[in-house]
C-alpha cells in the first residue's frame, strides 16, 4: 500500500475510525504526550504494565515496552482500517477488544493461560502480516534510495 493510498483511504473510506484517533490524539497531544512516527502511523507510549496496544485509524497507544511486533501489529490494523473502512468496528475492532479482555480475564482472575497465541485468530495474524510487511517495504525502499 502505498502512503497516498493509506491517508487517502483513512480519510475517506475509514473515516470513523480515523476521526476517533484524531480525537483521541488531540487529548494525548493536550496533556503533554508527544507522538512518534512508524511508517505511516503515529503512535503514543505510555503506562510501564505490559498491555500491549489500541489502533485507531492512522494513530495507535501502546505501552511503553520496545516490541516493533506490537507497533507492526497496531500498523496492521491501520491497513486493515483502509480496506474495511464503517464495517471495522463491526469486523475487527469490536471481537478484537473483546478478546483482548475475555483473555485477560482468563489470565489475571482465573490464571488460566489461553490455549492459542494471541495471534492465532484470523484478524489479529492478519494485523501482524500486514504491519510487518508494509514495514519491511518502507525500509527496503528507504534503504535502496541511499
Known amino acids: 500500500m502505498t502512503k497516498t493510498a ?6 475517506t473510506w475509514g473515516l470513523p ?11 494525548h497531544i493536550l496533556c503533554g504526550h508527544k507522538p512518534k512516527k512508524w511508517g505511516y502511523c503515529w503512535y503514543f507510549e505510555y503506562g510501564e504494565r505490559h498491555w500491549g496496544g489500541m ?14 511486533h506490537i507497533k507492526n501489529h497496531e500498523h496492521g490494523h491501520a491497513i486493515q482500517n483502509c480496506w474495511l473502512g464503517p464495517l471495522m468496528p463491526f469486523i475487527i475492532a469490536i471481537p478484537s477488544f473483546s478478546r483482548y479482555w475475555y ?13 492459542t497465541h494471541y495471534d492465532a485468530v484470523w484478524f489479529e ?12 517495504q518502507i525500509s527496503e525502499k528507504k534503504n535502496s534510495e541511499k
Do not use: N, W
Open 6 to 11: 493509506f491517508y487517502l483511504l483513512s480519510f
Open 17 to 27: 475510525i480515523t476521526l476517533a484517533g484524531c480525537a483521541a490524539a488531540a487529548m
Open 55 to 68: 489502533s485507531l485509524g492512522i494513530f495507535f497507544f501502546k505501552d511503553k515496552s520496545l516490541s516493533t
Open 103 to 115: 483473555r485477560e480475564y482468563q489470565m489475571r482472575v482465573r490464571h488460566v493461560q489461553p490455549r
Open 125 to 136: 495474524g492478519q494485523a501482524t502480516r500486514l504491519g510487518t510487511e508494509l514495514i519491511r
